[in-house]
Structures are given as structure tokens and as C-alpha cells.
């Protein structure tokens, strides 16, 4: 009897391992024709002052609407594409779409010099033997300073080869790219390799800032946070700031700017140009 449940519990294992496999491949053959035909689109989020409320830079983040399902989370497809490889191309796309749109604000007057856009970088993307080299190529085309992009990396990217990570973060910080350590405090180590890579803001992530005006304790991990980026000389972005009152603590710590939907979420090319000139008439 034992053993018949056994199998069953195999058996029952399996079909949910298979199902996830096939959904998977059915994901990825869908991310290659979203490619192909253009689907993808490129989101901006604007990253505030925490004291002024200006507006200092944006993070570009992947949208996906689904002819079908409609929008599909990053965090769903995100791993997809990671796994099957296509993140390479698909990372070229946003950095090339960030560019185009980097020199369209510029165009307008509405991208002000000392203004970052960030994007987030993936491991495998990160790994390319030539995205030193591709990086600066596609600033080169579209003639936009280094010094107009940050990158987003997380400790994904830092533990896999801490030498050649640092080399490839030394290049390309050397010629005015930034660099943003994502989702700080979610990982096993991220402190030691502060002292080696070239960082310069510390995101702190969405699960410490979320209860901080009920919790004693992600209080004290944030304002340390805080307190460690800047003695580091560092900047300090904290991510997901929904409330007025945790901006407030927020700011008592010293932190520098923020995301999150008390201002705005990501929104479109077309919104963030609006949201843009209004930043310039505050
Ligand atoms: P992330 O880089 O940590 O991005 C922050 C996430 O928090 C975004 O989710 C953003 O929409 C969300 N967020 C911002 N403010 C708030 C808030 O106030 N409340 C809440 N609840 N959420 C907020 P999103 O856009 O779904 O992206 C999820 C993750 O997918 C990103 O996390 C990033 O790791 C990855 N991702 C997104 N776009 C790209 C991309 O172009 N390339 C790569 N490699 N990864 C990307
Ligand atoms: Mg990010
Ligand atoms: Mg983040
Ligand atoms: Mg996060």
C-alpha cells in the first residue's frame, strides 16, 4: 500500500515537473516571436529626491503585454529569458531602446546633464565576453555620454566570477557608467564586495522599506543601510515607497531619493516625457 502512494506520489510529481516544463517552452517560443514582431516595450520609473521631490533619473523596466494574457510579469518571463539565453538579445534591445530614448528627452531639453537612466543588467548578459565592448559601442552610435547611464546589477551578477566582475564593472565605470547594486540586503554577501566594485548607489530593497513604519526592525536595517551607503559614499535609493510616512522616516535617515508608486509607477515613453516637463515647471 506504502508503495502504491509512493508511485502515486511520483507519478503526481512528475505530471506537475512535465507541466511546468511544457509551460515553460510554450513561454519561451512566445518571447522569441514577442522579439521577432516588436512586442516588448520599455517602461520608466522616475527616482526622486528624497528632500527636493525632483526628479534626478528613471530606471527603465521591461513590460510584456501578451497578445493573449496580457501584461506578464517581469518576474515570471525575466527567468525565461535567462534561462534560454535570449535575455543577450532581449538586453540589447532595452539598451538600445533606453538610448533612442535618452536622446529624444535630450532633444527636448528635458534630460538634464547629471540626469541617469538605469537598466537592469542580467547575469548572462553581464558575462558576455563583448558587453564591455557592445555597451560603449551603442552609446558611440546614438553620441550619448557615458555619464547618462547607470546599470542596475544585482548579486547575481557579482558572485559568479568576482574578478572578472570586477574588471568588467572597472571599464566600463572608468569611461562615466554607473553602477547600482539591486535589491541590497537580499543576499548572502553583498557587503564584502562593496569594498571592491565599483558601486555607486545602493537600492535598498522593496521587502525592508515596506513595513518600515510598523516594524522596529526593518527600521534599524534600513537606517544602517542608509548610514553604511553614505559613509561609504555612496548614494542610497530606496525601492517600493508607497506611503507618505515611510518617505518621512525615510528621510530622517538621510536617505537621498527613492522609487515607488507614492510618485509614480513605470509608466510609458509618452507619460514619462509629460512627467519630465512637469518636473521642469516645480
Ligand atoms: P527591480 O529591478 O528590483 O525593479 C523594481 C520592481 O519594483 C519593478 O517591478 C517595479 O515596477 C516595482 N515597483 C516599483 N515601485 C513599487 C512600489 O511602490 N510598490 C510595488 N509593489 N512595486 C514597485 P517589475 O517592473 O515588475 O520588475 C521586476 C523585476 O524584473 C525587476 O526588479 C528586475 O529584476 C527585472 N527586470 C525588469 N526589467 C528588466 C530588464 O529590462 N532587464 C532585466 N535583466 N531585468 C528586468
Ligand atoms: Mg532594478
Ligand atoms: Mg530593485
Ligand atoms: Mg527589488
Same mark, same amino acid.
Given at each position: 500500500q506504502v508503495k502504491e502512494r509512493g508511485r502515486d506520489a511520483i507519478e503526481f510529481f512528475n505530471t506537475e515537473m512535465a507541466d511546468k516544463v511544457s509551460q515553460q517552452l510554450l513561454m519561451e517560443g512566445d518571447l522569441h516571436r514577442?522579439?521577432?514582431?516588436?512586442?516588448?516595450?520599455?517602461?520608466?520609473?522616475?527616482?526622486?529626491d528624497c528632500t527636493t521631490l525632483k526628479t534626478i533619473g528613471a530606471e527603465a523596466l521591461l513590460r510584456w503585454p501578451h497578445p493573449e494574457k496580457g501584461f506578464i510579469s517581469p518576474v515570471d518571463f525575466i527567468p525565461v529569458l535567462e534561462a534560454s539565453g535570449l535575455i543577450v538579445a532581449v538586453g540589447e534591445w532595452v539598451l538600445e531602446e533606453a538610448c533612442k530614448s535618452l536622446v529624444a528627452w535630450s532633444e527636448a531639453g528635458l534630460w538634464q546633464p547629471g540626469m541617469r537612466l538605469s537598466i537592469n543588467i542580467s547575469p548572462r548578459q553581464f558575462r558576455r565576453k563583448t558587453f564591455v565592448q557592445d555597451v560603449k559601442a551603442?552609446? +558611440?552610435?546614438?553620441?550619448?555620454?557615458?555619464?547618462?547611464? +547607470?546599470?542596475?546589477?544585482?548579486?547575481?551578477v557579482v558572485i559568479q566570477n568576482i574578478d572578472e566582475t570586477i574588471s568588467t564593472m572597472g571599464n566600463l565605470a572608468e569611461s562615466g557608467v554607473s553602477f547600482s547594486l539591486d535589491d541590497f540586503g537580499t543576499g548572502y554577501s553583498?557587503?564584502?564586495?562593496?569594498?571592491?566594485?565599483?558601486?555607486?548607489t545602493l537600492k535598498i530593497d522593496r521587502s525592508f522599506v515596506r513595513d518600515i513604519v510598523d516594524d522596529q526592525n526593518d527600521r534599524v536595517l534600513v537606517e544602517t543601510i542608509v548610514t553604511m551607503g553614505s559613509l561609504l559614499g555612496m548614494d542610497v535609493v530606496a525601492e517600493g515607497v508607497e506611503e507618505e510616512p515611510q518617505l518621512e522616516l525615510l528621510k530622517n535617515y538621510g536617505c537621498h531619493y527613492y522609487?515607488?508608486?507614492?510618485?509614480?509607477?513605470?509608466?510609458?515613453? +509618452?507619460?514619462?516625457?509629460?512627467?519630465?516637463?512637469? +518636473?521642469?515647471?516645480k
Open positions: 514577442a522579439l521577432e514582431v516588436g512586442q516588448f516595450e520599455l517602461y520608466y520609473q522616475p527616482k526622486i551603442i552609446l +558611440d552610435q546614438y553620441n550619448l555620454p557615458e555619464e547618462s547611464l +547607470d546599470m542596475e546589477i544585482t548579486e547575481g553583498s557587503i564584502s564586495y562593496l569594498k571592491s566594485l565599483p558601486v555607486s522609487q515607488g508608486y507614492l510618485s509614480s509607477p513605470a509608466i510609458p515613453f +509618452d507619460k514619462f516625457e509629460e512627467w519630465l516637463k512637469l +518636473d521642469g515647471d
